[in-house]
């Protein structure tokens, strides 16, 4: 994240999701900050999410980021604000530190039983949105995670190890949003 497109419209969007999913409690945020932010930046991004900020650390090529997301299984509900998104492959150049990757995606989900996992994706290409995030999604169920998407410039995906919560979660955020049920790839039927 960098925090000089904070209070951006993709914020209002996270905003948005956030609030609708708080029925399945607290939220904890780890920026994944791609630079340095300061400690009243930190603040009141807190303030906007109304939730806390686990890590103010910066991302860079030469960070270990396995340690890096350590803290993040200690938390219940946890959304993941990358740059530009989750990437399926790993990435070892200089825009490694602009996304999360799949793989990590899966282990900070499955460490975390009865959580819900939120992630900031526009790593998708323009008008293919759909059609990529099918595929993240697929390599996610392919690995034990249940999850859903939301659709639009700014995608989201949702994730979790109990089929039951997200199903709940997807239900609730079409109910409280009033968005077109076409704007999500659907929970996991399996």
Same mark, same amino acid.
């Given at each position: 994240?960098?925090?000089?497109?904070?209070?951006?419209?993709?914020?209002?969007?996270?905003?948005?999701?956030?609030?609708?999913?708080?029925?399945?409690?607290?939220? $904890?945020?780890?920026?994944? !900050? +791609?630079? #340095?932010?300061?400690?009243?930046?930190?603040?009141?991004? =807190? *303030?906007?999410?109304?939730?806390?900020?686990?890590?103010?650390?910066?991302?860079?090529?030469?960070?270990?980021?396995?340690?890096?997301?350590?803290?993040?299984?200690?938390?219940?509900?946890?959304?993941?604000?990358?740059?530009?998104?989750?990437?399926?492959?790993?990435?070892?150049?200089?825009?490694?530190?602009?996304?999360?990757?799949?793989?990590?995606?899966?282990?900070?989900?499955? $460490?975390?039983?009865?959580? !819900? +996992?939120? #992630?900031?994706?526009?790593?998708?290409?323009?008008?293919? =949105? *759909?059609?990529?995030?099918?595929?993240?999604?697929?390599?996610?169920?392919?690995?034990?995670?249940?999850?859903?998407?939301?659709?639009?410039?700014?995608?989201?995906?949702?994730?979790?190890?109990?089929?039951?919560?997200?199903?709940?979660?997807?239900?609730?955020?079409?109910?409280?949003?009033?968005?077109?049920?076409?704007?999500?790839?659907?929970?996991?039927?399996?």
């Amino acid at each position: 994240m960098h925090m000089s497109y904070f209070g951006d419209s993709y914020d209002i969007v996270k905003l948005s999701l956030m609030g609708w999913l708080r029925l399945f409690g607290d939220w $904890s945020v780890h920026p994944m !900050l +791609t630079e #340095v932010a300061s400690r009243e930046e930190i603040k009141a991004y =807190e *303030r906007f999410l109304d939730a806390v900020v686990i890590s103010s650390e910066v991302l860079t090529t030469s960070t270990n980021r396995e340690l890096y997301f350590t803290c993040s299984t200690r938390y219940g509900n946890l959304f993941l604000d990358p740059d530009t998104g989750l990437r399926l492959r790993i990435t070892k150049g200089s825009r490694a530190p602009e996304y999360l990757f799949a793989n990590e995606l899966v282990q900070l989900i499955s $460490s975390r039983p009865q959580s !819900l +996992t939120l #992630v900031f994706d526009k790593s998708l290409p323009r008008g293919g =949105e *759909r059609g990529a995030l099918d595929l993240k999604l697929k390599y996610l169920r392919d690995h034990g995670i249940h999850c859903f998407a939301y659709v639009s410039h700014a995608c989201f995906i949702v994730g979790g190890n109990e089929k039951e919560i997200i199903n709940d979660a997807i239900a609730h955020v079409i109910t409280e949003s009033r968005l077109p049920e076409n704007r999500f790839l659907g929970a996991t039927s399996n």
